[in-house]
């Protein structure tokens, strides 16, 4: 009995040892089979019970079983660690090498001026709205109480699309003011960008297509002391405390009194130019109102509309309009 537990007692420490050598899962099954297997040594050893005194088989039989237990679990331990082995990628990424630059794209310059115009406004409650690029003469002009021989309508100023001459592409976000007002009541406070047309030809500082921001506030009692205000406020965190602002006496057929917006910064003096036309804007006319079913004896309100290159150009200081379409990566790289 004693040889037979000094055989085991080795055989625990042989099964231990290779376990430990099995580099790969297939030499752990090897090991697993010569131990465990049917005619594994720990499986023939318990074979071999029935050779021993009857008193002793049951200590024995304990011990072996104990050895086949541990050695069980050895091996399932040793297969965990293989298997994570064997699923490690064969070439793994060294992530202590230096990287490599990688250019990521970045906004737009137009599209952050916007973005930063609609956060100052939503900061003072403004939603931002949208409307059609491809627009009605009704929601264009009419509805905005613009005359059928004002000039804006005229061919030479816009693209009509077909023959009818009913669609256009919109010279001005002002016809979402005429969508978003026919959609809801009052009151009303959003901004609107986006994209807008006309038949000019490019030049230096024009473009046939280019970007508006339009504002619409309605509410009871509305004064133009708000649309000053608000235009302040949102000017001199888009450009700087040193911005002034002068408003100046205009026409619009949708506003009345309307307004011309003048800005001057150090930067447009620097451009050679004392004030630049930045806006339009006014007290939204009350035909406006009736035209959209708003009642003009209890509503009042403004609208707006920036030119957003203008505003673009003014910021960074650059002169030329088409700049912004040509897509030269070593000019949007600047922003
Ligand atoms: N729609 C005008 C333009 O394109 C700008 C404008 C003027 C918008 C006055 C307005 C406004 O909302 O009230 O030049």
């Not at 040892?17 to 050893?45: D, W």
Request: overall charge neutral; some cysteine; glycine content about 8%.
């Amino acid at each position: 009995m004693a040889e037979f537990v000094k055989d085991l007692e080795v055989l625990g420490q042989n099964a231990r040892e290779e376990i430990g050598a099995a580099s790969t899962l297939p030499t752990l099954q090897e090991v697993r089979v010569k131990y465990l297997g049917s005619k594994g040594k720990i499986t023939g050893l318990l074979k071999q019970l029935g050779s021993l005194p009857k008193e002793e088989r049951p200590a024995v039989g304990k011990q072996i079983n104990e050895i086949k237990i541990a050695v069980g679990q050895e091996l399932n331990e040793r297969r965990e660690v293989l298997e994570i082995e064997a699923a490690k990628p064969k070439n793994p990424i060294d992530f202590t090498l230096p990287g490599r630059c990688v250019k990521v794209g970045r906004m737009h310059p137009l599209t952050q001026v916007t973005e930063d115009i609609v956060r100052s406004f939503r900061r003072l409650g403004f939603a931002v709205a949208a409307g059609p690029e491809i627009e009605d003469d009704y929601h264009c002009f009419d509805a905005l109480n613009t005359p059928a021989d004002h000039p804006a309508r005229d061919i030479q100023d816009t693209f009509y699309l077909g023959t009818e001459g009913r669609q256009l592409l919109r010279t001005h976000t002002s016809s979402v003011q005429i969508r978003v007002m026919k959609s809801q009541p009052p009151p009303i406070r959003i901004v609107v960008p986006g994209r807008v047309y006309r038949r000019d030809t490019a030049d230096a500082t024009h473009n046939p297509t280019f970007h508006q921001i339009e504002g619409l506030y309605v509410d009871r009692g509305v004064t133009v002391g708000d649309l000053k205000g608000t235009v302040e406020f949102v000017f001199k965190e888009l450009l700087g405390r040193e911005v002034k602002l002068r408003f100046r006496p205009h026409y619009f057929s949708y506003t009345e009194p309307s307004l011309e917006i003048d800005f001057s910064s150090p930067l447009t003096c620097k451009l050679g130019k004392e004030w630049l036309e930045i806006a339009g804007c006014g007290m939204v006319h009350p035909r406006v109102f009736e035209n959209v079913g708003y009642d003009p004896d209890v509503w009042s309100g403004w609208a707006f509309g920036f030119g957003i290159e203008r505003i673009a150009m003014m910021r960074y200081g650059i002169n030329d309009i088409r700049l912004f379409y040509e897509n030269d990566s070593r000019f949007l790289n600047q922003f």
